[in-house]
């Protein structure tokens, strides 16, 4: 039975701050301090080692190794995001049974107050241990989730028009087409009453379904891989409601920058679109909207849900008033948030998906990722998909590259995914040769159209700001799109940061001392956004590109990063909105080459996956690697062959 929910309900004194008695939860630090393989990073020991010893002592718990190994792993899956983990096998098999040498390790475990205790920290369920403040939160936000499938649909904000008969059959732009193309920045807010988008391809049965359910439901659970039409089912949704009530106020949102861009210009740019932290105007660790300051919405579209942590949808829950439908679209099988609480993978569990209902649609149909990248990712999915006690077992780091083998020596030439597997003989800080060809020949042509872009700069600029030079302007306004358009070409995607192959290893071998000093980076460098600077208009993960103010000379051709010129950040279409690097220090940084995690939310034509020793971990983090590509993917694994 799910817990009842009790989102919306609570007063509070404060309505621009966090409950007096629920503290905030808090962050788990992943990205960027992950360890070299097969260690732990120093502050996750540290941690582990200080609630192994404190736990047991603070609820009179008799030490034993066994359980103490039951909490460590417990931290470790805290520190990966997850909010539960199965018990060690040695209490799983029944190896701490009672004897000569002390008592049952697993009875000692489920007699405990560390899990039998109202306040104890811990819940023991079957075979899995999970942490039970988390656990209660989650049942929260599952149930105001279930609470909006089942209840009444909301009414509209005013006498709607007589209900569109064929709404359901509502039609998008495109199927996942150009439409589905990243874009630079985040949209800015459109009108109040867009215009709905044009009518195009039909849609399947699924597709109808979903479109169906917007209307008559509270809430609607999209889910799907790439290329199964979620973007024109959701263009779709939004017809029928304009459809049905013009007047309806649509946002739409997503966890990142970068999703946020697309997902706008999936609709067309017809509504208003920002990121969740900003829609919810987060002000440090707090957001100011909340039940007593809610949302003015009746329709919320919120995109790659798969990313959304348990703090975020929890927030947004309660900013969220029950007069407003949301639709929630994802796919299940990409990687879980980086902070703890994966709610799009809770949501496959079998209570909250019966409790769902029609609420709940999967595309199925796949309309994009034809081909070999769609059969090794439905081959990844099966491990990706679930989560908790229902979950399959995946196979192992190694397990799972060797499961592959036989579908990637199958490949061809002339399939959309390729494989290379290079010999590893120790640590050395080198990319196979046609990984570095590629990788050259697209950095050059970045720094050819950069040049173009930034020769010109200033020129127009100044004729903007007198009202004349509007062909140039023009001209300058295509530079930069190609500019834009030639970085979302091609993504260099590691597992990790550090270690072999890791983002800062690729970045030193890519650009030298330079890595680190942004007045010294090549025109045409890729550069990603680390904070939201809303004040710039930019939030964590906007891509961007270096380019330069001065007219290119005869070393047009080079990359070198230690020539004499401004250097200029450019994030978004409009060719005056330059930054200087100055004005983000500390918070940009090379992306020439990204974690997969950061990745989440982006697309490019072309996408090379570099597979270090001991990876991947995660089935899903292959798996989102690969689907990131629209075209073709090159998939580079590692074979040891010598000793380090």
Same mark, same amino acid.
């Given at each position: !039975? ?32 992950? *360890? ?26 008799? *030490? ?10 417990? =931290? ?6 997850? +909010? ?70 909301? #009414?509209?904000?005013? *006498? ?49 379904? #979903? ?17 199964? &039409? ?6 779709? !949704? ?24 697309? +997902? ?42 798969? !990313?959304?942590?348990?703090? +975020? ?16 679209? &994802? ?27 029609? =609420? ?23 491990? &990706? ?11 192992? *780091? ?100 550090? &270690? ?51 007219? #290119? =000379? ?55 996956? +570099? ?25 580079? =694994? ?7």
């Amino acid at each position: !039975m799910i817990a009842q929910s009790n989102f919306n309900q609570d007063p509070s004194p404060d309505p621009t701050s966090p409950d007096s008695n629920q503290d905030p939860i808090p962050v788990t630090p992943l990205e960027g301090d992950d *360890a070299l393989p097969g260690q732990d990073p120093p502050w996750l020991t540290a941690l582990q080692e200080s609630l192994v010893e404190a736990l047991p002592r603070l609820y009179g718990v008799a *030490a034993d190794p066994l359980v103490s190994e039951a909490i460590g792993a417990l =931290t470790r899956a805290l520190a990966a995001g997850e +909010l539960e983990c199965p018990l060690p096998l040695s209490l799983q098999q029944g190896q701490g049974t009672a004897g000569a040498d002390g008592p049952d390790s697993l009875a000692l475990l489920q007699r405990s107050a560390l899990v039998q205790a109202n306040d104890s920290p811990l819940v023991l369920e079957g075979q899995r241990l999970s942490w039970r403040r988390w656990q209660q939160r989650l049942q929260q936000v599952l149930a105001a989730l279930v609470d909006r499938a089942q209840a009444p649909p909301p #009414a509209w904000p005013a *006498a709607a028009g007589e209900p569109v008969a064929k709404a359901a059959a509502a039609e998008p732009a495109a199927r996942d087409s150009a439409a589905d193309q990243p874009s630079a920045g985040e949209p800015a807010a459109t009108k109040a009453t867009p215009a709905a988008a044009p009518p195009a391809a039909p849609l399947d049965d699924q597709q109808r379904r #979903a479109v169906a359910a917007v209307l008559a439901r509270g809430l609607v659970l999209l889910e799907g891989g790439p290329g199964t &039409g979620k973007t024109s089912t959701v263009a779709a !949704m939004i017809s029928a409601v304009q459809q049905h009530c013009p007047q309806a106020r649509i946002h739409l949102a997503a966890p990142t920058g970068k999703a946020a861009a697309r +997902l706008g210009q999936a609709s067309g740019d017809r509504h208003p679109c920002s990121t969740l932290h900003r829609l919810l105007e987060q002000r440090g660790d707090r957001f100011l909207r909340n039940r007593h300051h809610p949302l003015r919405l009746d329709l919320l579209i919120v995109d790659e849900v798969s !990313m959304v942590d348990l703090e +975020l949808m929890a927030a947004l829950l309660e900013a969220l008033p029950t007069s407003c439908r949301l639709v929630l679209v &994802g796919d299940p099988a990409q990687l879980p948030p980086v902070a703890p609480g994966a709610v799009l993978a809770a949501l496959q569990r079998p209570a909250p998906r019966a409790a769902l209902g029609e =609420t709940a649609v999967r595309l199925e149909t796949t309309y994009r990722h034809a081909g070999a990248i769609a059969a090794v990712a439905a081959s990844l999915r099966q491990w &990706g998909e679930a989560d908790g006690p229902e979950a399959p077992t995946a196979p192992g *780091a190694e397990g799972l590259l060797q499961l592959l083998r036989p579908q990637l020596q199958r490949l061809g030439d002339d399939d959309n995914l390729q494989w290379l597997e290079v010999s590893w003989t120790g640590w050395a800080a080198s990319l196979p040769e046609p990984v570095r060809q590629r990788l050259q020949q697209h950095r050059l042509k970045l720094a050819e159209l950069a040049r173009a872009v930034g020769a010109d700069g200033a020129g127009t600029q100044g004729a903007k700001a007198q009202g004349t030079g509007t062909q140039r302007a023009k001209d300058q306004a295509a530079a930069v799109e190609a500019l834009l358009a030639q970085r979302d070409r091609l993504l260099l995607l590691t597992p990790q940061r550090r &270690g072999p192959w890791g983002v800062e290893t690729l970045h030193r071998l890519l650009l030298g001392e330079a890595a680190a000093d942004p007045a010294r980076w090549p025109c045409g460098t890729p550069v990603i956004c680390l904070r939201n600077r809303d004040d710039l208009g930019l939030a964590n993960g906007d891509l961007g590109v270096v380019m330069g103010d001065s007219p #290119a =000379t005869g070393s047009e051709s080079s990359l070198d990063s230690n020539r004499e010129f401004q250097r200029w950040l450019i994030f978004g279409p409009d060719p005056s909105q330059r930054l200087h690097p100055a004005q983000l220090a500390g918070a940009v940084e090379p992306a020439l080459a990204l974690t997969v995690h950061k990745a989440q939310g982006s697309e490019a034509e072309e996408v090379i996956v +570099l597979v270090p020793p001991g990876e991947p971990r995660d089935p899903r983090l292959l798996y989102t690697a690969l689907t990131r590509a629209r075209q073709r993917a090159l998939l580079v =694994t590692s074979r040891v062959t010598g000793s380090a």
